[in-house]
Structure formats: structure tokens, C-alpha cells
């Protein structure tokens, strides 16, 4: 089979690994915020008018939404270990307004509601940019689109037919390099409005301030071992012997385990890689363009994402997705060496007039990912609780949707939302292991043989196309 660009012109070995040499195990977004006193542990007994468990972007804007809605409300958010910690501060900190993973496979589960969809996701955007604004958020938003881009000449028919001329514009080989001066660059699509860059962590900052200010009840440490219901009430069960009592409670687990068992086989949790480079000089900076900032992602089913954070460093991640037997989460899966290398090397072949930039973050972060590739929302216990999970590495602004989807449902609302089929259907679940890792490690194949084969899909991926697994990420 033909061989990738990344393949053809692979960077040094050695190069590589003096690049990686100085780089750290651990997450700039991160280490990139001041510190502040941790929120207490939850050890006594409590009620609330509404628990959220996980403080991620899901469960902050859950939590700060339910206060908008009504300041009176009792509102207690509970995190297992620190706020942000986990996808909300390892992502790469693009804003999209897609809710869908990506107009092709909107289009492909939900033709009907494809335009709605796209109306409530750019909708979406827009207020999470308002709230950016009236609040005065320090998060380093920029409004800037994004580039798909392609790195094999076959990908280029696809972005040219989704120019629309006016917020969709599509550049040829020569043009995209004019833009960003990669050699690998065959053409790309720049879709002007519907991805916006933040930074993750202060992202997170934000909104916990946000909510702290609102008058939500924020613990930290105080991971939840059992979700009970009672007749009267959803009881949430601590570790250190807290306990929530509330009338309606809003699980934002991301890709841990759910307190509800029968979704936990809706999600696998996926490790995805990051390398973040040191701040680039002037000269390197001009020397492949970039002035306008855009997030860039290439068109591969194993793809590469990368944009530039407010003090001119790389982000690049992507490609590798691994996920381990039983669908564990360790700490020791983060260090992942071939990974890195990886990354390195497709990094310095994107970018050769960069050879002599370094590393100085690594990090990994899991994906809680489901089988239609962007979240589901689902209830329980006669309606007294709702889960949403499955955003399939696109949720950083679709947490907010989410938000107000399970705000619906608690409340017993129809809505806009609450109407789509997208919102009331769920995806497959995955086969419980021994299966799920052949089943996974075999779509990993079949996908990289896509890429080698001009993007044509195999027997086996148009099997799962045709029952909804789709797999085209």
C-alpha cells in the first residue's frame, strides 16, 4: 500500500530525540496557571437542590447554568480530585461549534436535523463568546476559524467541494502555504467561523469563579462511590463518608466510569497524545506564517491537530489513540515514548524549517469516546437524573449544549433541545471485554490501511458504517 507523506519523509531519529530530551511529563495549560487554595473535601451530610458530579467543563457549566436560571437554587458540585484536572485541562483548547463531530457525520446519522443541529451548535458558540466578554474571561479567546487541511493529494477534492465562499474558503496547494508553509500542505478548507481557541486551563479558572461567585458549593478530593435512589431523593455517597442529598442530580463523569451501569459500555476511554513546544523566536514564527492564528487539524482518519497558544508555542497532538484492556485509566499510561516520538518526527516533517525547536511539555488525556462520535444525553430514576457523556474529543464548547440539555431534562422541559432525536436517541453500546480491545485495536487497523489506501474504507469499516458505528473521525 502507498505510504503517508509522514512516511515519505520522515524526520531524523535524532532530531527527534534532542527535541524531546528537556520536555516534562506534565501539562502546560496546567503548570501555565497561578496557583490558588484547593475548595474543601466533602465530609458531613447535605442537601441540595441540585448535585452535579465532575468538575469539568460539563459539570461547571451545569452547575453555572443552573444558577442563571435561578439564583435561589441550592447548587453543589462535587470533584474527585481537582477542578479541571482531567480532558477540560488536556485538550487543545478548540471552541467548535459543531455538535456533531463534524458536519459529515451529522449528515450521516441525522440528515433531518442536520441544519438545526448546525443552527443550535453555532448558537452555542456565539453565547459561550458573549459570556467570554461580558465577563471579562482571562482565557485567551480568539475567534480565529480553523484550517482542515490535506496532506495527500486525495483528500483535496472533499475540502474544495465544501467551499461555499463565504465563510467556508478553500485554497489550493500554493495558497495554503501562503497561509501556513508547510511542504506537506495539498490544499485546505478555512471554515472562518466555527472554531474558536482557548485556553483550556484558564477556561476552567474561569468558570469555576464563575461559579463560586454564583453561589455554587464547590468540593474537591470528595470522589462519589454510589448514586442511590430514594423515594424522596438521589442520594450521592462519598468516599470520606460525605453524602449529598438532592432532588435532582447531573453526572458530568466525562470518560470515567458512569455511577449509572447501564451506560458505562456507551463510552471507551481513549488516550490521546499532546507535545507543546517552547515559544517560538520571531524569525521562526515567520518563517511558516500563521498570521492568522487559526487551529489547524489535516484530513487523515488518523489526524493530526495543532494551533498556537497566546505566547507563540505549538500545541500538536492527535494521530495515536490508544486504548487499554478493560477500558483502564492509570496515571502510568500517560507516558507513552513511542507516542511522543511519533508526534516529534510528523511534527518536524510538517514543519522542517523548525529543526532546532524543543519540547517542553508531554502529556496524554483520555477521550470518553462513544460509538456516534459526539455526546449523548440520557436520564434515570423517573427523571430525577441525567447523564451526559461521549463528546468524542470535540467538547469544549458542546459541554455547554450539554449543560442545558440535562438542565431540560431535571426540569421536565421540551425544548429545542430536548426535541432532537439527536438528544433523545442513544448510540450502540460496545461490547463488553474480552471483546471491546480486538474489536478497537482491529478498527485502529482498518482505518490506518484507509489512510494508506487513499482514504477507501475496507469491508470492515463499511460494516460498521452501515449499523452506526462509523469510525470516520
Request: glycine residues 8%; contains cysteine.
Amino acid at each position: 500500500m502507498a505510504s503517508t507523506v509522514f512516511e515519505r519523509r520522515p524526520a531524523d531519529p535524532a532530531l527527534v530525540r534532542e527535541a524531546l530530551a528537556d520536555s516534562r511529563l506534565s501539562v502546560f495549560w496546567l503548570d501555565d496557571l497561578p496557583t490558588r487554595e484547593p475548595q474543601p473535601r466533602l465530609t458531613r451530610r447535605i442537601h441540595a437542590d441540585l448535585a452535579v458530579v465532575g468538575g469539568g467543563y460539563t459539570g461547571l457549566w451545569t452547575a453555572l447554568r443552573a444558577k442563571e436560571r435561578d439564583p435561589e437554587r441550592r447548587v453543589v458540585l462535587v470533584e474527585g480530585k481537582t477542578i479541571g484536572w482531567a480532558a477540560s485541562g488536556r485538550n487543545g483548547g478548540f471552541v467548535e461549534a459543531s455538535l456533531t463531530h463534524g458536519e459529515k457525520n451529522g449528515e450521516a446519522r441525522y440528515p433531518d436535523e442536520l441544519e438545526t443541529l448546525d443552527r443550535l451548535g453555532m448558537q452555542n458558540l456565539d453565547e459561550i463568546q458573549q459570556t467570554v466578554e461580558a465577563r471579562n474571561w482571562q482565557c485567551d479567546f480568539e475567534r480565529v476559524g480553523s484550517f482542515a487541511v490535506a496532506t495527500e493529494p486525495y483528500q483535496v477534492a472533499e475540502l474544495a467541494e465544501a467551499h461555499d465562499g463565504e465563510t467556508e474558503h478553500f485554497y489550493d496547494a500554493e495558497a495554503m502555504r501562503a497561509h501556513i508553509a508547510s511542504p506537506t500542505y495539498e490544499g485546505g478548507l478555512w471554515s472562518t467561523r466555527d472554531t474558536a481557541l482557548a485556553h483550556p486551563g484558564k477556561l476552567a479558572r474561569e468558570l469555576l469563579t464563575a461559579c463560586l461567585e454564583a453561589g455554587v458549593e464547590v468540593f474537591e478530593s470528595s470522589p462519589v462511590l454510589e448514586l442511590r435512589a430514594e423515594p424522596d431523593a438521589v442520594e450521592l455517597r462519598l468516599r470520606e463518608g460525605g453524602v449529598v442529598r438532592a432532588s435532582r442530580v447531573a453526572l458530568a463523569t466525562n470518560a470515567f466510569p458512569s455511577l449509572l451501569k447501564r451506560y458505562r459500555l456507551h463510552t471507551v476511554p481513549v488516550y490521546d497524545y499532546v507535545l507543546m513546544t517552547e515559544p517560538l523566536t520571531d524569525a521562526q514564527l515567520a518563517s511558516i506564517g500563521w498570521s492568522g492564528r487559526q487551529g489547524v487539524a489535516d484530513s487523515a482518519n488518523q489526524f493530526h491537530y495543532y494551533r498556537l497558544s497566546a505566547d507563540n508555542r505549538i500545541l500538536w497532538g492527535g494521530y495515536d489513540a490508544i486504548y487499554h484492556f478493560g477500558g483502564r485509566i492509570r496515571p502510568e499510561y500517560d507516558e507513552r515514548p513511542e507516542s511522543y516520538e511519533r508526534l516529534a518526527s510528523h511534527f518536524f516533517t510538517t514543519f522542517p524549517q523548525l529543526e532546532g525547536v524543543r519540547f517542553t511539555h508531554r502529556w496524554a488525556g483520555v477521550i470518553d469516546t462513544s460509538s456516534r462520535f459526539f455526546a449523548f444525553h440520557a436520564t434515570a430514576h423517573r427523571g430525577r437524573v441525567a447523564y451526559s457523556a461521549g463528546f468524542t474529543g470535540l467538547g469544549v464548547a458542546a459541554t455547554r449544549f450539554a449543560a442545558d440539555v440535562m438542565l431540560d431534562q431535571l426540569a421536565g422541559l421540551t425544548t429545542a433541545r430536548t426535541s432532537l432525536k439527536a438528544v433523545r436517541d442513544l448510540p450502540l453500546p460496545f461490547p463488553p471485554e474480552p471483546a471491546t480491545f480486538p474489536a478497537v485495536q482491529s478498527v485502529r487497523w482498518a482505518l490506518d490501511r484507509a489512510d494508506h489506501n487513499e482514504g477507501r474504507r475496507n469491508l470492515f469499516l463499511r460494516t460498521l458504517d452501515a449499523v452506526g458505528l462509523g469510525f470516520d473521525s
